[in-house]
């Protein structure tokens, strides 16, 4: 796809979504088998307005249906499902437009997400645009009955197992997803959207205290320190605000936070997204709690120099000034955290260090550990 956009000063080719293929691959059958021509590409509609002409893989014509091929593009986005093969089967019903799905394609188990339990994992957006596909299909050829359309992928069940599908109540197969039809890379708001998902299962399932972890350290910090389910957890990987924000909204009541202190340092600036490209302040945050807690100045001038929290924690531990250091640091998390939520919640945090055995806790973590574990 001849489509790019810029990422700091990278250019980055976009790509199709799952739905995009989906849409292309059900128009390109429709087409094939009301004239037993197969095209080489087929132009669907965006829900944006815009229209893209996608690329057709295969087309074979049966007695009773007609099959079409797309290759998922992804463009430069480093996506599990880039290259697979996305089919749609179209075969002719007396009326309206029937969307199943087939080999691969992942089956909803769990409340929370775009479809009902029971259905197929084709969202509501792509659903629309394999209709929309059909129904131009049916009036440029004047056709007036309907469309059963039947949309598999032959690798989904083996790539579902790289993505977040099972933990998120989606078994047997990929989702075929997407809100713009567009992949963009790198995309921020894909990302955020699986924390939102993940939430609102966990919602749906009548929780009321929101667990956010950081990612593996923290999954595995739970299953060495708490007794609690991993699939209890949401991650937000460096989206620590956003997903406090997301949590709010899905009415959670109770919020808790667990990471290590490499990244949940950041949280004692205020820095909410984690990400090392969007702020660092590592050693910055450090020196100014140093500084509270009374550290001397030639102490305080070697953490600067440091790689890593570890690193520095080590500074001031041998100088006896650690201790000190992390108390205001975790009044300082404490404080920045409840800023965020603004008394709409409860808010607490467990900051955790593995090489100097530290597990810090905010004023209401106990508290709401152990509404997790009457929840769980």
């Given at each position: 796809?001849?489509?790019?956009i810029?990422?700091?000063t990278?250019k980055?080719?976009c790509?199709?979504?799952t739905?995009s293929?989906?849409?292309?691959a059900?128009?390109a059958?429709a087409e094939l088998?009301?004239?037993?021509d197969a095209?080489?590409h087929?132009e669907?509609?965006?829900?944006?307005g815009?229209?893209?002409?996608?690329?057709?893989n295969?087309?074979?014509?049966t007695?009773?249906?007609a099959?079409?091929?797309?290759i998922?593009d992804s463009?430069?986005?480093?996506?599990?499902?880039?290259?697979i093969?996305?089919?749609?089967?179209v075969?002719?019903?007396?009326?309206?437009?029937e969307?199943?799905?087939?080999k691969?394609?992942?089956?909803?188990?769990?409340p929370?997400l775009?479809q009902p339990?029971g259905?197929?994992?084709?969202?509501?957006?792509?659903?629309r645009m394999?209709?929309?596909?059909?129904?131009?299909?049916?009036?440029?050829h004047?056709y007036?009955?309907?469309f059963?359309?039947?949309?598999s992928?032959?690798?989904?069940e083996?790539?579902a197992?790289k993505?977040?599908?099972?933990r998120?109540?989606?078994q047997g197969?990929i989702s075929?997803?997407?809100?713009?039809?567009?992949?963009?890379?790198?995309s921020?708001s894909?990302?955020i959207e699986?924390?939102?998902t993940?939430?609102?299962?966990?919602?749906?399932e009548?929780l009321e205290?929101?667990?956010l972890t950081l990612?593996?350290y923290?999954?595995?910090?739970l299953?060495?320190?708490?007794?609690?389910p991993?699939?209890r957890?949401?991650?937000?990987?460096?989206?620590?605000?956003?997903?406090?924000d997301?949590?709010?909204?899905?009415g959670f009541?109770?919020i808790?936070?667990?990471?290590?202190?490499g990244k949940?340092?950041k949280?004692g600036a205020g820095?909410?997204n984690t990400?090392?490209h969007i702020?660092?302040?590592?050693?910055e945050?450090l020196?100014t709690?140093?500084v509270?807690?009374g550290?001397?100045?030639p102490v305080?001038?070697k953490?600067?120099e440091c790689?890593t929290v570890?690193?520095?924690?080590d500074?001031l531990k041998?100088?006896?000034?650690?201790?000190?250091?992390l108390?205001v640091?975790i009044?300082?998390?404490?404080?920045?955290?409840?800023a965020?939520?603004?008394d709409?919640?409860?808010i607490?945090?467990?900051?955790?260090s593995y090489?100097?055995n530290?597990i810090l806790k905010?004023?209401?973590?106990?508290?709401?550990i152990?509404?997790?574990?009457?929840?769980?």
């Amino acid at each position: 796809m001849e489509r790019y956009i810029y990422k700091g000063t990278k250019k980055l080719r976009c790509g199709y979504t799952t739905g995009s293929c989906a849409s292309a691959a059900a128009k390109a059958a429709a087409e094939l088998f009301l004239t037993g021509d197969a095209v080489s590409h087929a132009e669907i509609l965006l829900p944006g307005g815009e229209r893209i002409s996608v690329p057709i893989n295969e087309s074979r014509l049966t007695e009773h249906s007609a099959i079409c091929s797309v290759i998922k593009d992804s463009g430069d986005d480093p996506d599990v499902t880039n290259g697979i093969l996305i089919l749609a089967e179209v075969s002719l019903i007396p009326e309206t437009i029937e969307i199943s799905g087939g080999k691969g394609v992942g089956i909803v188990t769990k409340p929370g997400l775009d479809q009902p339990a029971g259905e197929y994992a084709i969202n509501s957006v792509p659903r629309r645009m394999i209709k929309t596909a059909l129904q131009e299909i049916a009036e440029l050829h004047e056709y007036h009955g309907g469309f059963k359309v039947i949309i598999s992928v032959p690798d989904g069940e083996e790539i579902a197992k790289k993505t977040y599908n099972p933990r998120m109540g989606i078994q047997g197969g990929i989702s075929i997803i997407g809100t713009t039809g567009i992949v963009e890379p790198m995309s921020n708001s894909a990302l955020i959207e699986t924390i939102r998902t993940e939430a609102n299962i966990r919602r749906k399932e009548g929780l009321e205290t929101l667990l956010l972890t950081l990612g593996n350290y923290s999954e595995q910090f739970l299953k060495m320190h708490l007794p609690i389910p991993e699939e209890r957890s949401v991650c937000c990987s460096n989206f620590i605000g956003e997903a406090m924000d997301i949590g709010i909204s899905l009415g959670f009541s109770r919020i808790l936070l667990i990471g290590h202190i490499g990244k949940m340092i950041k949280l004692g600036a205020g820095i909410m997204n984690t990400h090392s490209h969007i702020a660092d302040g590592r050693m910055e945050t450090l020196v100014t709690c140093g500084v509270l807690a009374g550290v001397p100045l030639p102490v305080l001038q070697k953490l600067p120099e440091c790689v890593t929290v570890d690193a520095a924690l080590d500074i001031l531990k041998s100088a006896g000034y650690m201790e000190q250091t992390l108390a205001v640091l975790i009044q300082r998390i404490e404080s920045h955290l409840k800023a965020r939520v603004n008394d709409t919640a409860g808010i607490g945090a467990v900051i955790f260090s593995y090489q100097h055995n530290i597990i810090l806790k905010t004023s209401q973590a106990d508290d709401l550990i152990q509404h997790i574990r009457k929840e769980s």
